[in-house]
């Protein structure tokens, strides 16, 4: 089993900057492909970053693009999301997850392994 706790959220002006973490335990994640989701108010999950085993690939939504950046360090059992130039519709929890290899970086149905969620607020 695969624990994951996701830290650094909170509440941050527009424009501002926040780097989330998400610390495994249980088993290391260095085989599983890692993501970031996030879930605004009476929105559905969706999709933000993710990166393969040893880190050399990422993928981001198209809202993330050139704002966020995802990173891991597979010795710490950590995974991070770098996000610059916050936008109110940024707000949402934030979600990491874990994952087997697989094509479907972007689907929440890739990650059989999830954390509880910080919250990310950004006012205007």
């Known amino acids: 089993q695969v624990q994951l706790v996701e830290s650094g959220g909170g509440l941050v002006q527009a424009g501002g900057s926040l780097r989330l973490s998400c610390a495994a335990s249980g088993r290391t994640v260095s085989s599983y492909n890692m993501g970031w989701f996030r879930q605004a108010p009476g929105k559905e999950r969706e999709f933000v970053a993710a990166?393969?085993?040893?880190?050399?690939?990422?993928y981001y939504a198209d809202s993330a693009k050139g704002r966020f950046t995802i990173s891991r360090d597979n010795a710490e059992n950590t995974e991070y999301l770098q996000m610059n130039s916050l936008k109110p519709e940024d707000t949402a929890v934030y979600y990491c997850?874990?994952?087997?290899?697989?094509?479907?970086?972007?689907?929440?149905?890739?990650?059989?392994?999830w954390g509880q969620g910080t919250q990310v607020t950004v006012s205007s």
């Open positions: 997850a874990a994952g087997a290899p697989s094509s479907s970086l972007g689907t929440g149905a890739a990650y059989g392994y």
């Open positions: 990166i393969t085993t040893s880190g050399g690939r990422t």
